[in-house]
């Protein structure tokens, strides 16, 4: 069965297209896949590869800094203000950025924007990895 998917921000419509499956991790929810049909949903999310598995077989990964999820019959929508094909992921900076984001976390563990800052890298490295979308297999 095929669903209507798309991926806004405040500036733009970053994807539209078909999929079968829809699959992101939610706060405090973890990872969900959304196929046609599903109940009603609207979901916080947190920064995480977002994966789109589209008609023809072949699967879209996004890396999304956080924002909402909304599934609507046979229409998912993901809200995010910062959202990344993985083609366009610059993996040398998300490496550097999540280098910098730990040694803050090491002076202060408390840091709640180096705790995200490293989140956001974690899913940029997760979104171009080639195993199972996590940045440790990269």
Known sequence: MVMQVEFVSPEDILYSGEGTQVTARTRGGGEIAFLTGHEPFIGSLVPCEVRVSETSGDVKRFAVRGGFVSVNGAKVTVLSDAAVPAADVDAAAAQADLAEAEVA?????????????????????????TGTGHAADH
């Open 105 to 129: 976390l090491e002076s202060d563990p408390a840091n709640a924007e180096a705790k995200m800052n490293v989140q956001w890298a974690n899913a940029r490295l997760a979104a171009i990895s």
